[in-house]
């Protein structure tokens, strides 16, 4: 339970505004080829250290997180590769968590805290993908649905967020 509540402390203070886009949502992670036939980019090596510390405080292992190399999926640009920086939450109490509270907001049925930890969450994806080197290389977050489909609760690039951010309205 003292897992549960770093991630939500971290991801709250990663909060500090939402922006509204109009980017398509696209949430199941299932059209991919990968091969790691190049080496990582030192930035991209880097930006993953830093989501490793953001996510995995107190030595807790809440979130795995990995480079793929010559990725070709939605977001690759004419079939060209780009890395892929994957953040896969491993923490089975994080992991309901996230399932309850995007459930909660999908049915339109989420209170504010269930909206602010995930757009926390998607804060944070937003801002590391921010500093990548150029715009096809892409940041995910999510869990492992089964084998071969990944749950996207975050993903963004460079320049755009392709899974919708959770809107909060402020009062």
């Not at 490793?52 to 060209?80: G, L, P, Y």
């Not at 805290?113 to 940041?139: P, R, V």
């Amino acid at each position: 339970m003292k897992k549960l509540y770093l991630m939500c402390a971290a991801a709250l203070l990663g909060v500090s505004a939402v922006g509204c886009t109009n980017n398509n949502s696209s949430n199941a992670n299932n059209n991919r080829t990968e091969t790691t036939s190049t080496k990582a980019s030192a930035n991209n090596l880097k930006i993953t250290k830093d989501l490793e510390k953001q996510f995995n405080s107190d030595n807790d292992k809440i979130v795995a997180v990995d480079v793929k190399t010559d990725v070709v999926d939605d977001q690759s640009k004419d079939n060209k590769p780009h890395e892929e920086i994957k953040v896969t939450v491993k923490d089975k109490d994080t992991i309901e968590k996230l399932k309850t509270d995007k459930n909660a907001i999908d049915n339109g049925n989420a209170s504010d805290d269930q909206k602010m930890y995930i757009a926390g969450i998607q804060d944070i994806i937003s801002n590391e993908a921010k500093k990548l080197n150029n715009n096809a290389d892409t940041i995910t977050f999510g869990y492992k649905m089964d084998a071969d489909n990944t749950m996207l609760i975050a993903g963004s690039s460079k320049t755009k967020d392709f899974v919708k951010p959770v809107e909060i309205n402020i009062d």
